[in-house]
T-cell receptor, first 116, second 119 residues
Framework: AQKITQTQPGMFVQEKEAVTLDCTYD???????LFWYKQPSSGEMIFLIY??????QNATEGRYSLNFQKARKSANLVISASQLGDSAMYFC?????????????FGKGTRLSVIA | DAGVIQSPRHEVTEMGQEVTLRCKPI?????LFWYRQTMMRGLELLIY????????DSGMPEDRFSAKMPNASFSTLKIQPSEPRDSAVYFC?????????????????FGEGSRLTVL
């Protein structure tokens, strides 16, 4: 079974609008971390935001916020005020356990296109 | 500060040839990961090291793949012999286990990747 599911292969958003990228996860471990990475066309992987399973509040980093719904096992990324530079692939990832450095398991990604 | 450095950035080779990809992790990081990215399979973990010791190599596709980490500042991923289905982008990533950090997340820091094309 897939650990991370991103159901939107591609998304379009108008510049300056907000967009939500979906991510659901599957784990039986009570301790886990959820990550979002951005991969622009140049290819590098850029860490955006992190949410721990025990965190009480949704994570925020600038224009990025994570809508964490633990009971539904979803960790959607919200990008506010989209910019043309936000056009990229976005990957949701999970680390199980609390050892801190087990590998991340990635979803297949969502390609976001921001339209002027 | 220098990030994770990978070389070569691009490699085109013929089937049957040996390929060696190189990675220099961020100084002080004690974990190193090799991932492979393809359109069909996404990002897959191949192997990871802790303090230069391989911890899990169950993602290595077959015996043609091998990885080493002779010291804390260098790792190689070797494919011998290479096949067209090995064509992919290979990423190296490193991280530091530092649970004392207030906002520790354990995020992975990725290199820019090595794009391999096997003809």
């Amino acid at each position: 079974a897939q650990k991370i599911t991103q159901t939107q292969p591609g998304m379009f958003v108008q510049e300056k609008e907000a967009v939500t990228l979906d991510c659901t996860y599957d784990t039986s471990d009570p301790s886990y971390g959820l990550f979002w990475y951005k991969q622009p066309s140049s290819g590098e992987m850029i860490f955006l935001i992190y949410q721990g399973s025990y965190d009480q509040q949704n994570a925020t980093e600038g224009r990025y916020s994570l809508n964490f719904q633990k009971a539904r096992k979803s960790a959607n990324l919200v990008i506010s005020a989209s910019q043309l530079g936000d056009s990229a692939m976005y990957f949701c990832a999970m680390r199980e356990g609390n050892s801190g450095n087990t590998p991340l398991v990635f979803g297949k990604g969502t390609r976001l296109s921001v339209i002027a | 500060d220098a990030g994770v450095i990978q070389s070569p950035r691009h490699e085109v080779t013929e089937m049957g040839q040996e390929v060696t990809l190189r990675c220099k992790p961020i100084s002080g990081h004690d974990y190193l990961f090799w991932y492979r990215q393809t359109m069909m399979r996404g990002l897959e973990l191949l192997i990871y090291f802790n303090n230069n010791v391989p911890i899990d190599d169950s993602g290595m596709p077959e015996d043609r793949f091998s990885a080493k980490m002779p010291n804390a500042s260098f790792s190689t991923l070797k494919i011998q012999p290479s096949e067209p289905r090995d064509s992919a982008v290979y990423f190296c990533a490193s991280s530091l286990r530092d649970l004392a950090r207030v906002l520790y997340t354990g995020e992975l820091f990725f290199g820019e990747g090595s794009r391999l094309t096997v003809l």
